[in-house]
């Protein structure tokens, strides 16, 4: 598909249906009960608090969507820098707000990874998607999509987890994945087709 756009801007009314159907797994994840509020022993189950931090950046990344679909329709807005910097502010606040209602425990990455080089780089493809919302770039709207997948699907995973549908490996192995194609598809083949000339490109100001 197109990364750039990732189908969105062109037609308001598809656009409108997307962007209501987009949050729908996070919001009705909050319907079903069974949930523990603290991780199983292996880390790979759905736990309360994650379910809490999968629907708040999701909804950062849907609050990105509409806003940029709003531009793509309506016009710039010109404070866009500043809605920015205060939509991460507050997801933060939530996420930490979120995390404090619940007993103290590792947190998400460093329980899902073993290896420290695992742990940095799921830490810092989550710092990418942050840096991502706060500055903008020219995959935004793909960006902002496949986060909400890659979050979605990752819950979705440690659900059968919980079920015992899947084990431990094929959850982590799976999110890594997800992880993986993000660096794919926005940095990797964006520097293949068109590689950087100095430390000055945009694409290494993360």
């Given at each position: 598909?197109?990364?750039?756009?990732?189908?969105f801007?062109t037609?308001?009314?598809?656009?409108?249906?997307?962007?209501?159907?987009?949050?729908?797994?996070?919001?009705?994840?909050?319907?079903?009960?069974?949930?523990?509020?603290?991780?199983?022993?292996?880390?790979?189950?759905?736990?309360?608090e994650?379910?809490?931090?999968?629907?708040?950046?999701?909804?950062?990344?849907?609050?990105?969507?509409?806003?940029?679909?709003?531009?793509?329709?309506?016009?710039?807005?010109?404070?866009?820098?500043?809605?920015?910097?205060?939509?991460?502010?507050?997801t933060?606040?939530?996420?930490?707000?979120?995390?404090?209602?619940?007993?103290?425990?590792?947190?998400t990455?460093?329980?899902?990874?073993?290896?420290?080089?695992?742990v940095?780089?799921?830490?810092?493809?989550?710092?990418?998607?942050?840096?991502?919302?706060?500055?903008?770039?020219?995959?935004?709207?793909?960006?902002?999509?496949?986060?909400i997948?890659?979050?979605?699907?990752?819950?979705?995973?440690?659900?059968?987890?919980?079920k015992?549908?899947?084990?431990?490996?094929?959850?982590?192995?799976?999110?890594?994945?997800?992880?993986?194609?993000?660096?794919?598809l926005?940095l990797?083949?964006?520097?293949?087709?068109n590689?950087?000339?100095?430390?000055?490109?945009?694409?290494?100001?993360?």
């Amino acid at each position: 598909g197109d990364r750039v756009g990732a189908g969105f801007g062109t037609n308001l009314k598809l656009d409108a249906i997307s962007l209501a159907l987009l949050p729908l797994p996070n919001l009705t994840s909050f319907l079903f009960n069974g949930v523990p509020a603290k991780k199983l022993s292996d880390g790979f189950t759905i736990w309360r608090e994650y379910r809490f931090h999968a629907a708040i950046f999701g909804l950062r990344s849907w609050i990105m969507l509409v806003v940029l679909c709003y531009q793509k329709h309506f016009g710039m807005l010109t404070y866009m820098p500043v809605y920015r910097a205060c939509l991460v502010t507050v997801t933060m606040m939530f996420a930490k707000l979120a995390t404090e209602s619940f007993p103290a425990q590792k947190s998400t990455i460093r329980g899902f990874y073993g290896s420290g080089w695992a742990v940095f780089a799921a830490g810092y493809a989550q710092y990418l998607g942050t840096a991502g919302t706060l500055t903008g770039t020219e995959y935004d709207f793909g960006l902002h999509w496949l986060a909400i997948t890659v979050i979605q699907l990752n819950a979705f995973f440690m659900t059968l987890r919980k079920k015992r549908i899947v084990g431990p490996n094929t959850v982590q192995t799976l999110y890594s994945l997800l992880l993986l194609s993000v660096l794919y598809l926005f940095l990797l083949t964006s520097m293949i087709n068109n590689p950087p000339v100095s430390v000055l490109d945009s694409r290494l100001h993360f």
